[in-house]
């Protein structure tokens, strides 16, 4: 029997869908270095708090950041589609908190970040599908990508 022309174009078809599936699911993962020129740095000494919170000048760097690194998995504007988790759920808790109850909240999702931001998660079969971040990543720069993420969280419960 022959089969009708449109059936053997089937494979190529389903190929184009799945690279374009993958390409989605994956968006660019290449890491791209964050210039924090602008920010006071850190320093020596790595902190886990991050020292830039309410700095708007590291929010502004960090949006840019995200946007380069992150986006294509967590979602624009860090509204994630499902693909990776919601990054504004990792502080979300600590919004309606009081001051001081608030700083420790916040100082636990920055340890949080900065350990699977800089060194990636691995899933159930030992495939990294959170890439790590250490190679190209400062720490002015991990703290200016959370301090975009907690602006972004804090706008959006308000
Ligand atoms: C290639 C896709 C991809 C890119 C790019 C990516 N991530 Fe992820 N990320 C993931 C996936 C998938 C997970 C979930 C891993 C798991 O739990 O198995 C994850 C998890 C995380 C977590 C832990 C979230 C939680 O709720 O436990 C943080 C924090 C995180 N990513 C930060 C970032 C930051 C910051 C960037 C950009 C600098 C980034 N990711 C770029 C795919 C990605």
Not at 102 to 113: G, H, P
Request: hydrophobic content about 40%; charged content about 20%; proline content about 5%.
């Amino acid at each position: 029997m022959k089969f009708p022309i449109y059936w053997r174009s089937l494979p190529i078809g389903l190929l184009v869908i799945f690279v374009s599936l993958k390409a989605l699911a994956h968006g660019d993962v290449t890491p791209h270095p964050i210039d924090t020129s602008g920010l006071k740095p850190v320093g020596q000494t790595s902190v886990d708090a991050n020292p830039y919170r309410g700095n708007e000048k590291a929010v502004a760097i960090g949006a840019e950041g995200y946007m380069h690194n992150c986006a294509g998995c967590h979602g624009l504007n860090a509204v994630s589609g499902g693909v990776a988790p919601d990054l504004l759920a990792l502080a979300r808790d600590c919004v309606g908190m009081k001051a001081a109850e608030q700083a420790a909240c916040l100082k636990e999702s920055d340890e949080y970040f900065k350990d699977i931001t800089l060194h990636g998660k691995k899933n159930g079969e030992g495939r990294f599908t959170m890439p790590a971040y250490g190679s190209v990543f400062t720490d002015e720069a991990v703290w200016a990508v959370k301090s975009y993420l907690d602006a972004r969280t804090f706008e959006m419960n308000r």
